[in-house]
């Protein structure tokens, strides 16, 4: 089996009303190669005539984005020309590269009526070659994203990039990311293989479960050892969890606010070209 490391709980990093727990980066963990960031935002509910998401318009470059939607929506639009409203269950990929300006906020319907919000962003870095690629974005909504069943219907996995057994991912990713929501009734256990070789990003959204034998409770981060390959999830309660695995990079990380880039001078280039307009303009 892979060994684990540590398991880490999300801080709590509130943004205003949006309820917020970061997993990664904090004090125990500043990354997991490629993964960089993940909040967690919510669960909680919105009164009506709410303000909804805070996050306006603002620039990225250098690496990418996938949110997860469980309650609520976001509206995205973007400089790129990406522009709709996600719902619960649908996923967002985002592809920043050479830069662009997007916003992430409520839609109109959600600030007027309210409701439940639980949302996750987690951040890919990009390898060097992939930094000033074109920006891209795809938006998926729940029927969009295939399902795998396990142990007789008690595990589905939705696969968003690269496979689980046969079945393929609708994102195609630069960097070979396979990624994945899986959801698991009670009682529910499934076994999977990732090479050794290659870093895991586990977090469990919901519930709680064992790993491999250890307990891991909802907003808790586990770390693997690159060492063993065989992943078993046995859910101790119905739980929602995040799988995804890569191959490390091995690059310099450097990351200013908004932009992730291999050397100082590169976030600096990123912050003359946003001034300049070069990633578009709202």
């Keep these: 089996m892979r060994k684990i490391k540590k398991k880490h709980k999300a801080a709590y990093a509130p943004m205003d009303d949006l309820v ?12 997991i190669d490629p993964f960089l960031f993940l909040n967690h935002h919510g669960p909680q509910v919105y009164k009506s ?23 609520g929506d976001i509206m995205h639009q973007d400089t ?3 522009k709709d409203v ?32 639980e949302i996750l962003q987690l951040w890919f870095n ?8 074109e920006p891209k974005y795809v938006g998926l909504q729940k029927d969009q994203i295939p399902t795998a069943t396990e142990d007789d219907g008690n595990v589905k ?5 690269g496979n689980w057994r046969e079945t393929q991912g609708p994102i195609p ?38 790993v491999n034998g250890e307990a891991v409770d909802k907003q808790n981060l586990v ?25 490390p990079f091995n690059e310099p990380v450097v990351s200013h606010g908004p932009f992730v880039m291999n050397t100082e001078e590169e976030i600096q280039e990123a912050f003359r070209d946003y001034q300049a307009g070069k990633m578009g303009s709202w």
């Design 223 to 247: 770390e693997f050892e690159n060492e063993g390959e065989e992943i078993k999830v046995e859910a101790q309660e119905d739980s929602y969890i995040l799988l995804g695995h890569a191959h």
């Design 157 to 161: 996995v939705n696969v968003i990039s």
């Design 126 to 133: 990009l390898p060097a070659k992939y930094k000033m690629t």
């Design 86 to 117: 996600i719902v619960a269950g649908g996923v967002q990929w985002m592809t920043a590269g050479r830069g662009l300006i997007h916003a992430e906020v409520s839609s109109d319907k959600f600030k007027k009526e309210g409701g439940p919000l």
């Design 20 to 31: 917020t727990y970061r997993a990664i980066p904090t004090r125990e963990v500043e990354y």
């Design 80 to 82: 790129g020309g990406g």
């Design 49 to 71: 005539n709410n303000r909804g998401l805070p996050f306006g318009p603002h620039p990225h470059r250098g690496f990418e984005t996938l949110t997860f939607i469980l309650d």
């Design 173 to 210: 990713s630069l960097s070979d990311i396979h990624m994945a929501s899986i959801e698991l009734k009670q009682g529910g256990s499934l076994t999977t293989s990732i090479a050794a070789e290659r870093n895991i990003f586990f977090y469990v959204v919901r519930g709680s479960v064992k």
